[in-house]
């Protein structure tokens, strides 16, 4: 039996990950990409399988080839939203953050001078 072409291979894969084969899925989509390192399609994939540290790696891969890929673009802006979103949360919940603490230190000086002050 001859190996599947390139879009047999690619369709194999999308039908592993949609039945959560992820791992069936890297496999096949890696076999792709030694075939054609250009194929942004499988790189898209290969992001979306991939754990958030790798998914980066693999959305400025494609933007590499084409850096007006908008699923790509879209993709690295949802990762970056979400970044921020996180450090924004840890902010509110675990202080106000380096700026605002600067100046409630600078507050609390004035109000211990003013109160220090002779009358």
């Given at each position: 039996?001859?190996?599947?072409?390139?879009?047999?291979?690619?369709?194999?894969?999308?039908?592993?990950?949609?039945?959560?084969?992820?791992?069936?899925?890297?496999?096949?989509?890696?076999?792709l990409?030694?075939?054609?390192?250009k194929n942004?399609?499988?790189?898209?994939l290969m992001?979306?399988?991939?754990?958030?540290?790798?998914?980066?790696?693999?959305?400025?891969?494609?933007?590499?080839?084409?850096?007006?890929h908008?699923e790509a673009?879209?993709l690295?802006?949802?990762?970056?939203?979400?970044a921020?979103?996180?450090?924004n949360?840890?902010?509110?919940?675990?202080?106000?953050?380096?700026g605002a603490?600067?100046?409630?230190?600078?507050?609390?000086?004035?109000?211990?001078?003013?109160?220090?002050?002779?009358i």
């Amino acid at each position: 039996m001859a190996s599947p072409n390139r879009e047999e291979l690619y369709r194999m894969a999308i039908n592993a990950a949609k039945q959560g084969q992820r791992k069936p899925a890297r496999v096949m989509l890696q076999q792709l990409l030694q075939q054609d390192e250009k194929n942004t399609r499988a790189m898209i994939l290969m992001a979306k399988l991939s754990s958030p540290g790798e998914r980066k790696q693999w959305l400025n891969r494609v933007l590499d080839i084409d850096p007006s890929h908008d699923e790509a673009l879209d993709l690295l802006d949802k990762i970056d939203y979400q970044a921020a979103t996180k450090r924004n949360k840890m902010v509110y919940k675990y202080g106000l953050g380096a700026g605002a603490t600067v100046i409630l230190v600078l507050a609390l000086l004035m109000v211990i001078s003013a109160a220090l002050a002779p009358i």
